[in-house]
């Protein structure tokens, strides 16, 4: 599922007699630039066929499935995976109390504040771990549910998909507990972020030890607010992100607002000749490697496209956001830059506070775009672009990096060296012209003011050499 406005592709699956029909997976939008494997598992106890659907979302985008198969038993997924659809995978609650994480899909009618759909397979029907913070639980009141042994390596990164909403939601922390019991923790993220799911990664610590991860809620001073995990991966890859992106391998947990924009940021690479596919080069290699941009050439004047990042933790000394961007066509449009948290967000701001903005034609360069910010509690960002009145041009973006401290400065571009020495070359002579052209100048008032002080002169040494003799005088009449 690879475009701008790419649509929406279903699973369903239909009872033969009634006709009628479920569905158990789903996806929207762009989904990257490659083939994807997906697993449903279904539970069948009459006769019922599958259905596949596609609807088209615009004017740019292609879906494409191969591969189809149906297999007995319930689906393979690798040890490192559980994405909580056909069971808990081995995940056990640290205590058999009452209190505690339990599996659910969103079709269970719980509190408002749950997820209405799982992160697998977007619908009602898929399954999640979920904690709530309802009336009869104490603030501060902590459950902890627990994964089978993984074994240790080097470079391993934990991944998940989380979801944290609703008026006094508390706090996930996510630990690796080795095999002697100690415990590390990876990643903390507390309150109101939004009523979507979204990713967070982590890198493990090597102790030379197998481990468990343990994911731990605890309750807020709200009763409203609520806790999901879902699709957790323990990965033998490094982590990517989120201080420092360069999109050569994936988002980095940077992703697309489906809900609230009109078109999607897309993955692509360099070294492109069609039309309206981003920069020819990228700012990581300035060759073919990868960025993020927008298709200029799809849809209608005002479109918006959102681009949303993970939860970045605050910091003490304030922080550097540092981006590069492209924005290379006639009336191409503008890009700007929010900012926001839980605070922010709670007041109705969902993209947050404007910190930067650039509107039209910037050149086929890659420009450095900076935002300092001095954030006392958790905090994410926004890239909006809204498409201008051409259908032509690139806007991109590459090598997002977030540093403590205040911004540094930096060179404002890094266009092509001949690039540069055109322009040095083309400064300098024109510095030559403009000196010739003063000299010129200069001269000829020179000359001028010269020959007018010779013309005065003749004038004044003339009127000494008359004599009065010869000065006709006049007597004036009364």
């Known amino acids: 599922m690879f475009g701008a406005t790419v649509g929406t592709l279903k699973l369903l699956r239909q009872n033969i007699g009634s006709r009628d029909s479920e569905l158990v997976w789903q996806r929207a939008g762009f989904q ?24 088209v979302g615009g004017e740019a985008g292609d879906i494409a499935i191969d591969d189809l198969s149906f297999t007995e038993g319930a689906c393979i997924l690798p040890e490192e995976f559980c994405d909580f659809e056909g069971a808990m995978c081995g995940w056990t609650q640290e205590n058999d ?28 029907s898929g399954h999640y771990i979920y904690m709530s913070s309802g009336s009869a639980h104490m603030p501060g009141q902590s ?38 019991g100690a415990l590390y923790l990876l990643l903390s993220q507390s309150g109101e972020q939004g009523q979507w799911w979204r990713s967070a990664q982590a890198p493990l610590a090597q102790t030379g030890r197998d481990y468990r991860i343990v994911v731990e809620g605890i309750v807020g001073q709200g009763d409203q ?29 940077w992703s697309n607002l489906i809900e609230e924009d009109d078109t999607d940021w897309l993955r692509n690479k360099g070294n492109s000749s069609a039309p309206s596919t981003g920069p020819s080069t990228d700012h990581t290699t300035s060759s073919s490697g990868h960025y993020v941009y927008v298709d ?45 948290n839980r605070t922010i967000y709670s007041t109705g701001e969902k993209l947050g506070l404007l910190m930067w903005t650039e509107s039209g034609n910037q050149g086929d360069v890659w420009w450095r775009g900076q935002v300092h910010t001095d ?41 092509d060296q001949n690039d540069a020495v055109a322009v040095g070359v083309g400064v300098s002579v024109l510095v030559l012209v403009m000196a010739v052209v003063g000299t010129v100048l200069y001269v000829k008032r020179r000359r001028h003011s010269n020959r007018g002080s010779l013309v005065e002169n003749d004038m004044l040494d003339g009127n000494f050499n008359l004599g009065f003799d010869e000065c006709d005088l006049q007597d004036s009449e009364s």
């Open 32 to 55: 990257g630039n490659e083939w994807q494997m997906v697993q449903v598992h279904v539970t069948l106890q009459e006769v019922q066929q599958i259905l596949i659907e596609a609807s």
């Open 97 to 124: 109390e009452e209190f505690g994480w339990i599996w659910v899909s969103g079709n269970d009618a719980i509190i408002s504040s749950k997820p209405s759909v799982d992160h697998t397979t977007n619908t009602g």
């Open 143 to 180: 459950a902890r549910i627990i994964s089978p042994l993984f074994t240790t390596g080097s470079d391993q990164c934990v991944h998940l998909w989380y979801y944290m909403s609703g008026l006094g939601t508390g706090t996930m922390n996510v630990y690796q507990q080795t095999s002697d």
């Open 225 to 253: 607010g609520s806790i999901a995990v879902d699709d957790v991966l323990v990965s033998p890859v490094s982590c990517t992100g989120p201080s420092h992106c360069d999109f050569e391998v994936d988002m980095c947990s």
């Open 296 to 340: 200029s050439s799809v849809g209608r004047w005002g479109d918006r496209a959102l681009l949303l990042s993970t939860i970045l933790p605050s910091g003490s000394r304030g922080q550097c956001f540092t981006f590069w961007y492209q924005m290379f066509g006639h009336r191409v449009g503008t890009l700007r830059l929010y900012i926001n």
């Open 375 to 415: 954030q006392k509690e958790q905090f994410w960002f926004v890239f909006e672009y809204q498409k201008g009145a051409e259908s032509s041009g690139d806007v991109a973006i590459d090598d997002v990096l977030i540093t403590q401290g205040a911004c540094d400065p930096q060179p404002p571009t890094t266009g």
